[in-house]
């Protein structure tokens, strides 16, 4: 048996362990850790590791499950709303930072074709390290998160007519036999077949794999939609990864997702770890040794263009200045795409070798650079607000067509000075709850959001929003914010929150703030820098949870509606707690109903009483309990009367003294086998 892979294998796992322990005592990204990884393990440095094929094999399966996550996360909806970062944002970004490289590949002497390839290899970003970097952070749903998914989405479908160009670039006619209408054809199938399965294909599947109860059984059908809808986008001419993101989206539209999620995470986390590696050992020490500061320029100088390039795009579609430069940053490296299309340019003759090193080094120190670099990115884009005060660039390219920069700039009725009002910023769903729930109660409201497409249908509607970014004093000034009596900060970004929050509380020091968090550990920031009360999802889910226990136990609404008062007054440290005052704040059916207990017995297929109803039989008055509910399959029956007809499979849910209940089940399974069980072990009350 050979075990050179398995030895490589293990040989990466240790050197990742020390690096990365030493990298996280430092506070450097785990990624930087698996790219040092790769690079000293590789053939240019130690050596060690002989399989470097079966290696990137492994890598592949990681960015196949990144993306397949990322889709789960989403839905079909979901992509559907973002489909103008993807088409428009995603077009824009790969011919604008194309034509940029280009024209400086000239510049620096090199070929016509050479360098509209090198435009290819540049324009393409890094999904797995986007996508994880915005997982870890919390980052995916912000407004640069979505914009940032869209062109990377994009990115993944242009790698195809790049590649299949790329012979023509060189010279020689392309052995693809596909034309462009079939070529449009397959992906049109492809989306159909997503959208059948989605709908109504996955759904019916996984009920009947879940009734099985087998995790084995699930977690492999899992894994074969996962790889199996890989190969067919493969074998269509599209990339494995966007296949593995479509499967995602088919898993997105059952109930089963966050099981799906929570099978494959630990299998996407060992893998994907192996494409940082793979990365890290393509690069020739020597070489970049030899010309480091040509090559380090040179990244700066791809980042550079990247940025402007990602971040034009962003103000044309019309986002605030923080935005743009947000997402300009965060796309500003090179993708892993590139090194699949690099190799073909070497395979036609279109770098040579030194350009082809060249590329490597400068694509993995964008790489490298990242974490540092989309961190940066928010400082950066903060001191270019403070220093910005033009109104077009701190809002966007239509925010004098879509909003207001001052209170007298509002048209009509709008000129009037607003008092004692409510600001929301944020649009999404709690948005919209807030000002319907403001509409219906006659307070006057203003909204400022965001995305110019939603400004402009609500606009339509009637609604009060405006264009803005609330980050900046300016914005937050043409709501009138002095004057405003709340303020409901409900977007995902919670580096924005923490900034409006910050600058609404030093320009109305008596204005209430209300700021809603996706995390726990938001509280205390946001509390700090000024919000009166923070609402964290993740513990309002807790608490609906614990309040719908409770009700299973019988417990009262008034009790329920005390404890969970008590929870949010106390600012939810009650459920940070090792432990509660049992005297005060349990509760339990034995203090609710004394002497009483509920628990439900099944009627065997067989039993006497199928057919017969709830008065025939007289639980009330022969065994002295009552029954509370039945379910039958599916449905549930509540409050059951004494016409309520019995069936074999129903599950009766009963009340009574635990000495009935207990009469009871002997009663029904002498009924059923004809054999008495042992005497109850209580005595008569």
């Keep these: 048996m050979d075990l050179t892979l398995f030895t490589d294998v293990e040989i990466i796992f240790g050197l990742s362990i020390l690096i990365l322990l030493l990298f996280h005592k430092v506070r450097l990204s785990p990624i930087l850790g698996f790219l040092v990884t790769g690079i000293v393990a590789g053939p240019y440095v130690l050596g060690i590791i002989r399989e470097v094929e079966q290696v990137e094999v492994l890598s592949e399966i990681g960015i196949i499950l990144l993306l397949f996550t990322i889709g789960v996360e989403m839905s079909i909806k979901e992509l559907w709303d973002i489909k103008r970062f993807v088409l428009v944002g995603g077009g824009l970004q790969v011919a604008i930072t194309t034509v940029l490289v280009y024209y400086i590949s000239l510049y620096i002497g090199s070929s016509p074709n050479t360098a509209l390839f090198l435009g290819f290899l540049v324009s393409l970003s890094s999904t797995a390290i986007v996508l994880k970097l915005f997982q870890e952070k919390g980052e995916t749903y912000t407004t640069y998160g979505k914009i940032s998914l869209g062109v990377l989405i994009f990115q993944d479908i242009v790698i195809v007519p790049m590649i299949l160009l790329t012979p023509i670039l060189a010279g020689v006619p392309s052995t693809s036999g596909d034309s462009s209408v079939t070529f449009l054809l397959k992906g049109l199938g492809i989306m159909l077949f997503v959208i ?198 701190i809002n966007g390219l239509y925010a004098k067509s879509m909003g207001i920069y001052s209170a007298d700039e509002m048209p009509g009725d709008e000129n009037k000075e607003m008092h004692d009002h409510l600001i929301i910023v944020g649009y999404g769903f709690n948005g919209k709850t807030v000002s319907n729930a403001a509409k219906t109660a006659g307070i006057s409201y203003v909204i400022i959001e965001t995305n110019p497409e939603t400004v402009r249908n609500e606009r339509k509607k009637g609604e009060r929003i405006y264009y803005g970014d609330a980050t900046h004093e300016v914005v937050l000034d043409s709501a009138n914010i002095k004057s405003a009596r709340v303020l409901v900060v409900g977007i995902s970004d919670f580096i924005a929150t923490r900034a409006i929050t910050d600058i609404a509380r030093r320009m109305n020091p008596k204005i209430y703030i209300i700021a809603r968090t996706r995390y726990m550990r938001e509280v205390k920031t946001l509390s700090q ?79 006497s009483i199928h057919g017969s109803t709830l008065k025939d039989i007289d639980l009330r008055n022969i065994h002295g309990t009552t029954v509370l509910a039945i379910r039958r399959g599916e449905q549930i029956i509540e409050n059951p009367t004494g016409n309520t007809q019995l069936l074999s499979g129903d599950m009766l849910t009963v009340l009574g003294k635990p000495e009935k209940l207990c009469q009871l089940r002997n009663f029904l399974e002498a009924d059923f086998s004809g054999i008495l069980s042992e005497n109850c072990p209580y005595e008569e009350a």
């Design 529 to 607: 820098l000024g919000a009166d009360e923070v609402i964290p999802e993740e513990y309002e889910t807790s608490v609906e949870i614990f309040s719908r226990l409770l009700k299973k136990y019988l417990v009262s609404d008034e009790k329920i509606h005390a404890f969970t008062k008590e929870i949010r007054a106390n600012g939810y440290s009650m459920l940070r707690r090792h432990s509660i005052d049992a005297k005060k704040d349990t509760f339990s059916l034995k203090d609710e109903l004394p002497g009483l207990d509920v628990t439900s017995f099944k009627i065997e297929e067989g039993s």
């Design 196 to 393: 059948i399965n989605a709908r109504w294909v996955m759904p019916a599947l996984l009920f009947r794999i879940t009734k099985t109860k087998s995790r084995e059984l699930f977690l492999l059908t899992i894994i074969f939609t996962v790889f199996g809808t890989a190969w067919l986008t493969s074998r269509a001419g599209l990339s494995l990864a966007l296949g593995a993101f479509l499967a995602g989206l088919i898993i997105s539209e059952s109930e089963y997702s966050h099981q799906a999620v929570g099978n494959m995470m630990p299998f996407k986390d060992v893998f994907i770890s192996f494409f940082f590696v793979s990365i890290g050992m393509l690069m020739n020490v020597s070489f970049f040794l030899e010309n480091v500061m040509i090559l380090l320029a040179l990244a700066a100088l791809v980042i550079i263009v990247k940025s402007m390039a990602a971040g034009l795009v962003t103000f044309i579609l019309g986002y605030p200045l923080r935005t743009t430069i947000i997402t300009g940053l965060t796309l500003a490296q090179v993708g892993e795409f590139s090194f699949v299309l690099s190799n073909f340019g070497m395979s036609y003759g279109l770098l040579d070798e030194g350009l082809y090193q060249s590329f490597l080094s400068v694509s993995i120190l964008t790489m490298a650079a990242t974490p540092f670099v989309m961190n940066f990115s928010h400082k950066f884009s903060r001191k270019v607000l403070n220093m910005t005060k033009n109104p077009i660039l």
